[in-house]
């Protein structure tokens, strides 16, 4: 039996280098981290072979003292806390005093540093964990770090390295991490002599979204913000037409600090998009969340990526309810585009260009004869907006993008500011003008024919855009699955079924907040077999099947009979809606009513709607567009597929050469 | 073949016999009719191998018996549009010509031989009632059936004579119609079938003369009907129909008499405010007659007064009018409506040949 004894500090370190530092990418990001701690205003990151021959990282921040240079790559030496109540309050990017020492226990490790009071750098190497002397040297302010031959005494890690693209990949991921942390911060990456990457300091983090993944992806961003009393939260996210197939486009910021939180990045995105998005497909969100360093606890991981709040719960909430709210008042129609993507140039860009086009020839031709009586924010419904009364064209503010909120800085009033800006007053005013102009008399019928009282929701927060479009003119079906209507600024491509899908859906959810469904009681019972599990879980859902309208009971040790199913069900298959319904109870872990509640209205829908192939008549087609507008989230149906496609003046102009 | 024929009649016949032709079938042979002249009568002939009819028409007057087989569809909308009172059928080798005073059709023809033999009705009949007769007793029962059940059995209506009794029995699950009478004579032997819902469509469509009697024979998975002019052949819908004895209930405590004409128009009113998630109407029995009430949240509520005769004591029900309705329509001068609880069955019985049980909604 050997003897316990005391581990030699540089086997400590090399354990515990395993904990910190997996890949390359992992000491990019200790080492970004360390520069913004010192204050770095820019950082340059050199990598040789995807940092497995070479990392460089080197700041103008702070520097190091020389003779505290051997103390900075020593275990658990730091500058940034230095109390236990400092770790209540943690500020800095590290604490832990660890990531030096480790890099150093398994690399080729060089400080250079200088403090800008100093006229000289100081340099110090570390190999395989032995810390050479401290020599005077040239430099900078600032420090720089260079690392190379990572792992060259950890044979088994080396192993583990990827490929060269690989291993880059992962190194850019965590660039994207801090770089849209800190975008006030100019960040070079260089990779095998050629510069990758230059991200200029900007105090727009849009700009930096813009800048690392593309104009096309920022320039379709919706934006979002809110101040609740201990935790600000603002962002952005893509239209769910832009979702992707991988969680990677999620990035979640806690006070500058990247995290990965599985309620946040799992549960509150996934319910915000809920029915908007296609399954195991991910929005594109970038979420930036500033609270209280008491109010959660970030030492709960060497890397730090995850984070324990105090009032989980509420957190998990207050960005479910800003997400929700954002994405209700925008008008997420996704554009049919007609160039290759390739291309370049965003259709809803072009989009507002458009509006601002048609806009401009309208005042052309002298004011509009009737208008939206409404200002700006006001909460006028769609109804109010057929009485005709002018408008003053002096009504009219200066243009906005669509998607993009801007909003007043003072956070007292940031949430009534959004609402109002919910709807962009320019495209909203001049589509109102352009029916003033030239549709009103074939259109003022059928906006009077609209009973106000059917709409029983707020028109401002439910109108999407540009008003319009929830009053299509003429439809045309085509291929018996498609309709076609024309819209002041274009076309829209409606998918029938789709849109019924989803109408029937958010019908059937009212319906249900008012109370159960009606029930239709059966002459003939339908007894199916269950599995001792399904029936056990049909044991604890005596009150969710009562709001379902279904009687369900177990009949014998291995089947159930439905004595009751809901009537808006018809001649439907109760059959197949039990057996459904029993595989849902007894798979969903969590038991949770809401999401089989949700399961179970999206069968009932899909199964109740029109169906592709199926001919409407020019009355059913009307009423069907005409529901558009009454409910929430019309563009995508309950799976997440779109509803609607639209194709603008400006797509079609393009396309014919006219332009 | 050869031969000249009144063409209203053959117009008719070609009707009711295109009824049984299914438009997409794999098979287009299926899709022709098949004309076969005898020394007096012409017979079309169509089958989806399922259903069949053979047709006699017999205002005609043949020169030179035979047949042929052309697609029925096109025939039938040459005969259809034709004006003259009669028309000349001639066969010359694949073609069949069809004159008119003014219009001469040549059709082409198919092999006659390719076509499926069809079922015919041959020896004594199990039992013979009034055409009449039978197709009211389809009429107020057809309209339970199940279209498109998983439960087999139940796409049909169920038909069972025993002795003198005649009784046909339909249901969806959630409602059932029986309708019965007696037969002048005893059935030759006692039987039971489904009778698919396309066949008695066929069926409620021929035309009949007062006096027409039809002829009901059962062999295994197969039933024959003759009229005078037709014969149809249909097989029979598997599987056990359920036992609608034990659906029907004996024990109601409330008896609520209507004149059925006022009753169906109050249900029609009152069905004026309902939705697709809101169908049910309430009916408020009580001292003062009958109350039928609905709502639609968010677009507004109806209340439509009636008279009726309550025994026992109040109750409010709910129930999808359109059952109501499908039943009232083929009711007699009064009905009467059977009930218990506002969770269990009701019974609409209208003279002692119809009886409708209904299941109530549960209202929110």
């Known amino acids: 039996m050997p003897h316990i004894q005391r581990l030699d500090p540089v086997l400590v370190n090399k354990i515990a280098a395993g904990e910190v530092i997996e890949r390359p990418a992992s000491v990019v990001k200790e080492l970004m981290e360390n520069a913004l701690d010192a204050g770095a205003t820019r950082i340059d990151v050199t990598l040789e072979d995807g940092g497995t021959t070479l990392i460089s990282v080197s700041d103008d921040g702070g520097g190091i003292e020389p003779d505290e240079l051997p103390l900075a790559v020593a275990p658990h030496a730091t500058s940034k806390i230095r109390t236990v109540d400092d770790l209540n309050a943690i500020g800095t990017m590290g604490f832990r005093g660890e990531a030096l020492a480790s890099i150093g226990s398994i690399s080729r490790l060089r400080i250079v ?19 050479g002397d401290v020599t005077p040297c040239a430099a900078p302010p600032g420090t720089t770090v260079e690392v190379r031959n990572l792992f060259f005494n950890v044979p088994a890690r080396r192993k583990y390295l990827r490929t060269i693209p690989a291993e880059l990949s992962h190194v850019t991921e965590q660039i994207a991490r801090i770089a849209l942390a800190r975008p006030d911060v100019t960040i070079s990456q260089t990779h095998q002599g050629r510069a990758v990457r230059r991200l200029p300091a900007t105090t727009d983090r849009r700009a930096r979204i813009g800048d690392f993944f593309g104009p096309e992806l920022a320039n379709d961003l919706i934006g979002f913000r809110r101040q609740e009393p201990d935790l600000r939260i603002e962002g952005w996210f893509a239209p769910p037409a832009a979702s992707r197939a991988s969680g990677k486009w999620q990035y979640v910021f806690l006070n500058g600090r990247f995290i990965r939180d599985r309620d946040l990045s799992g549960f509150v995105l996934r319910e915000a998009f809920r029915g908007l998005i296609e399954p195991a497909r991910y929005p594109v969100v970038f979420l930036f969340l500033t609270a209280d360093p008491a109010s959660y606890d970030v030492n709960v991981h060497p890397t730090k990526i995850e984070v324990r709040w105090r009032d989980a719960g509420r957190v998990k909430s207050q960005v479910l309810g800003v997400l929700r709210e954002t994405l209700l008042s925008h008008d997420l129609t996704p554009s049919l585009r007609t160039q290759p993507a390739a291309a370049g140039g965003t259709t809803s860009a072009d989009t507002v260009a458009n509006m601002s086009a048609l806009a401009e020839r309208l005042k052309a031709l002298g004011p509009p004869t009737a208008g939206w009586a409404g200002h700006s924010g006001d909460a006028s419904s769609v109804g109010a907006g057929a009485s005709s009364i002018p408008a003053a064209p002096s009504d009219r503010r200066p243009g906005r993008q669509p998607h993009e909120h801007e909003f007043p800085l003072s956070h007292e009033s940031a949430e009534s500011a959004h609402r109002a800006s919910a709807i962009p007053p320019e495209s909203r005013f001049d589509a109102a003008a352009m029916i003033g102009r030239d549709r009103l008399p074939r259109d003022e019928t059928r906006i009077v024919a609209a009973p106000p ?91 969710l099947l009562l709001r379902l309208g279904l009687e369900i009971e177990p009949f014998g040790p291995r089947s159930v009979v439905v004595r009751a199913c809901p009537s808006l069900l018809g001649d439907l298959n109760v059959r197949e809606l039990t057996a459904d319904l029993l595989d849902k109870l007894a798979d969903s872990e969590r038991r949770d009513p809401e999401a089989i509640i949700h399961a179970v209205l999206d069968m009932m829908a899909c199964k109740a709607a029109v169906k592709a192939g199926d001919r409407l008549t020019p009355e059913a087609i009307e009423a069907l567009l005409s529901r558009r507008h009454l409910v929430e989230r019309s563009s995508n149906c309950p799976h997440g597929r779109p509803t609607t496609l639209r194709l603008s003046l400006r797509d079609l102009e393009r396309q014919f050469k006219r332009t | 073949m050869k031969l000249i024929c009144d063409r209203p009649v053959l117009s008719e016949a070609l009707a009711a016999i295109s009824a049984v032709i299914v438009t997409r079938t794999p098979k287009p042979i299926l899709q022709c009719v098949r004309l ?106 057809v309209f339970a059936a199940a279209r498109e059940s998983t439960r087999y059995a139940i796409n049909g209506v169920m038909w069972e004579w025993k002795g003198k009794k005649l009784q046909f029995v339909a249901t969806d699950g959630r409602r059932l119609a029986w309708t019965g009478f007696s037969m002048d004579k005893a059935a030759g032997s006692d039987g039971k079938a489904i009778v698919p819902v396309k066949t008695l469509n066929l069926l409620a469509k021929l035309r009949s003369e007062p006096d027409d009697v039809i002829d009901v024979k059962l062999e295994p998975n197969q039933l024959l009907l003759r009229t005078p002019r037709a014969t149809i052949s249909s097989v029979l819908v598997e599987g056990n129909f359920p036992n609608y004895e034990d659906v029907i209930p004996r024990d109601c405590t409330r008896t609520a008499e209507m004149s059925t004409q006022e009753f169906l128009s109050a249900v029609r009113q009152t069905a004026l405010l309902t939705s697709e998630d809101s169908r049910g109407i309430r009916l408020s029995f009580g001292e003062e007659g009958l109350v039928l009430s609905s709502r639609v949240p968010e677009q507004g509520e109806a209340r439509v007064q009636t008279e009726a005769k309550l025994k026992g004591s109040p109750i409010d029900i709910g129930f999808n009018p359109m059952y109501l309705l499908d039943a009232l329509k083929v009711c007699q001068e009064t009905v009467t409506l059977e009930m218990k609880e506002p969770s269990k069955p009701g019974v609409l019985r209208s003279g002692p040949e119809f009886l409708y049980v209904l299941m109530p909604l549960t209202l929110s």
């Open chain 1, 113 to 131: 540093s200088r403090r800008a009071d100093r006229l000289e750098a100081a340099g110090l190497e570390c190999s395989d964990g032995r810390v």
């Open chain 1, 453 to 543: 009282d059917a709409m029983p929701i707020p028109a401002a927060r439910r109108d999407e855009g540009p008003v319009p479009h929830a009053l299509p003119g003429r439809a045309l079906q085509i291929h018996n699955t498609y309709l076609v209507c024309e819209t002041p600024d274009g076309l829209l491509i409606v998918d029938q079924h789709a849109l019924h899908e989803r109408i029937l859906y958010e019908e059937l959810k009212a319906r249900m907040t008012r109370g159960p469904l009606e029930s239709q009681r059966l002459l003939l019972p339908e007894t199916l077999d269950a599995s001792p599990e399904q029936l056990a879980a049909l044991e604890g859902a005596g009150e």
């Open chain 2, 36 to 141: 076969t002249a005898d020394s007096d009568c012409l017979t079309l002939t169509a089958y989806d191998q399922e259903v069949g009819m053979r047709y006699r028409v017999t205002h005609v007057e043949v020169s030179q018996p035979g047949e042929t087989l052309v697609m029925a569809e096109r025939l039938t909308s040459i005969v259809r549009e034709n004006t003259d009172e009669t028309l000349a059928l001639e066969t010359s080798d694949d073609l069949l010509h069809v004159r008119g005073r003014n219009a001469h059709y040549q059709i082409y023809g198919q092999n006659v031989r390719e076509f499926p033999p069809v079922p015919d009705f041959e020896g004594e009949p199990d039992f013979r009632v009034p055409m009449a007769k039978l197709v009211g007793a389809v009429d107020r029962t």
